[in-house]
Nanobody
Framework: QVQLVESGGGLVQAGGSLRLSCAAS????????VGWFRQVPGKDRGFVAV????????YYSDSAKGRFTISRDNAENTMYLQMNSLTPVDADVYSC????????????????????WGQGTQVTVSS
């Protein structure tokens, strides 16, 4: 089982930036495809950005594209989400997720494809 711990959430003014981090342990990080999801109350988790195990391939939701950047440091067992130009619509609990994969270049878009989850970090954006 993979343990995931997010950090970096907080309160920011509209137009500001945050950098979320997700520290992983329990498994070789470079064997894991990982991603960021947001939990909208009353709805299923929606993907924000995902990245392949080798860090080469990424994919973003339409709302994240052009404003957010997902990255990972396999030597540090950590994934990041740089969030720029934040708006109140971006406010939510952001969770990181991981799954083992033999295909190092694959990423996964659906929450049910991930086996392990962090506890989430709150992002609040004031207008």
């Amino acid at each position: 089982q993979v343990q995931l711990v997010e950090s970096g959430g907080g309160l920011v003014q509209a137009g500001g930036s945050l950098r979320l981090s997700c520290a992983a342990s329990g498994r070789t990080f470079s064997d894991l495809a990982v991603g960021w999801f947001r939990q909208v109350p009353g709805k299923d988790r929606g993907f924000v950005a995902v990245i392949s195990a080798n860090g080469i391939n990424t994919y973003y939701s339409d709302s994240a594209k052009g404003r957010f950047t997902i990255s990972r440091d396999n030597a540090e067992n950590t994934m990041y989400l740089q969030m720029n130009s934040l708006t109140p619509v971006d406010a939510d609990v952001y969770s990181c997720a991981a799954r083992a994969t033999c295909a190092s270049g694959n990423y996964y878009l659906s929450d049910y494809e991930y086996a392990d989850w962090g506890q989430g970090t709150q992002v609040t954006v004031s207008s």
